[in-house]
């Protein structure tokens, strides 16, 4: 469940899909057929020697998508919408289903958002896609010598919730943590579809919530039920203490989700695995509620993977006998090399 970002070397990266799946309650009911579709922004300015192109906005490619199923239908239902950020270069033609690649940390890098959009193949009542985005508040400004500070991330999972309470008229999909660049004097903006990584600077961003929803072009489509949208975080146990390195595997995590929402009944809406940046201080797990983050270039860092499932409804934490035990972690001292 974790990783190595390289600062002086290259790192390799392969893009995979994670399927989340649930047993099914209606033996009659067919197997389903899955497809999507690429979304990619529109270049609309080129770029020059020491400046980036410009690409059309989130808000523009969604009228784009939206505008074309009202003539053209979609393939089916749709069961979720990512966005995934892609490396770009001026020097290649983009390819959005390219599955692997490197990065280079002391380089300068470009990044492009993909909405990527899933399909359950079949006939269904035509739908559109929104998106709507939830940005934490910044609570003290950045200063000469320190860093801006922002309400921490679970902040965030409470004004989601509170829009996803007000609405009748649209279908949820899923739920993603997405790390949005700051810029120096602007803050953040969640509606461009592209940003630059520096090699030789920091950059900053924060996490925001991204909520995928359709709304139906057919009057006559009954309402959906209002949510209580609520997320459940489960970190990686660590196995050996200040470690950066020694965590539980996907399996042993995946088992603490299933065991938690056996016990508490809970409705899932929707899963993800977000990677975070571990801390460098004594407790590597320290910032996992943060809602900001720096990327520091030519430096080295870890990763982790969480699994954050979002419900509907709040639960009553389970005793811990009806849990998976916590297996206590080591002191890195009393390790010995064998």
Not at 20 to 32: H, L, Y
Not at 133 to 144: K, M, N, Q, S, Y
Not at 307 to 322: A, F, H, K, L
Request: aromatic fraction near 12%.
């Amino acid at each position: 469940m974790t990783y190595k970002e390289y600062g002086e070397g290259r790192t390799y990266y392969m893009r995979c899909l994670r399927l989340w799946i649930v047993p099914r309650t209606e033996q009659s009911r067919p197997p389903q057929r899955l497809d999507y579709i690429n979304l990619v922004p529109t270049e609309v300015e080129s770029g020059g020697l020491f400046v980036s192109p410009k690409y059309e906005t989130l808000p523009d490619i969604l009228r784009r998508y939206n505008s074309h199923v009202r003539t053209h239908p979609a393939p089916g239902r749709v069961l979720a919408v990512e966005s995934q950020e892609m490396k770009a270069s001026r020097y290649h033609e983009f390819y959005p289903d390219r599955s692997y690649w490197h990065e280079t940390g002391t380089a300068n890098k470009c990044f492009l958002f993909v909405i990527r959009i899933f399909f359950e193949v079949g006939s269904y009542d035509p739908e559109e896609v929104g998106l709507a985005d939830f940005l934490p508040e910044l609570i003290v400004e950045e200063g000469c010598f320190s860093s801006p500070l922002y309400e921490p991330f679970t902040g965030v999972i409470a004004k989601a919730s509170s829009w996803c309470a007000a609405q009748s008229t649209v279908r949820f999909c899923n739920a993603q943590t997405l790390e949005i660049k700051c810029k120096s004097g602007k803050g953040p903006d969640s509606q461009v579809m592209s940003y630059t990584e520096h090699g030789q600077a920091l950059t900053r961003y924060v996490r925001a919530l991204r909520v995928a929803y359709t709304v139906y072009l057919q009057e006559g489509v009954p309402q959906s039920p209002r949510l209580n949208l609520q997320c459940k975080t489960f970190v990686p146990v660590q196995l050996r203490i200040g470690s950066r390195r020694h965590f539980e595997s996907l399996t042993e995590t995946k088992k603490r989700v299933e065991a938690w929402i056996r016990a508490t009944g809970a409705r899932v809406l929707s899963c993800e695995t977000p990677a975070m940046r571990l801390s460098w201080t004594s407790n590597p797990l320290a910032n996992i509620n943060r809602s900001d983050t720096t990327n520091r270039g030519k430096r080295m860092e870890h990763w982790i993977f969480l699994i954050r499932v979002y419900v509907d409804g709040n639960y009553t934490e389970p005793p811990p006998e009806e849990l998976p035990p916590v297996p206590e972690p080591e002191d890195a001292k009393y390790c010995s090399i064998h």
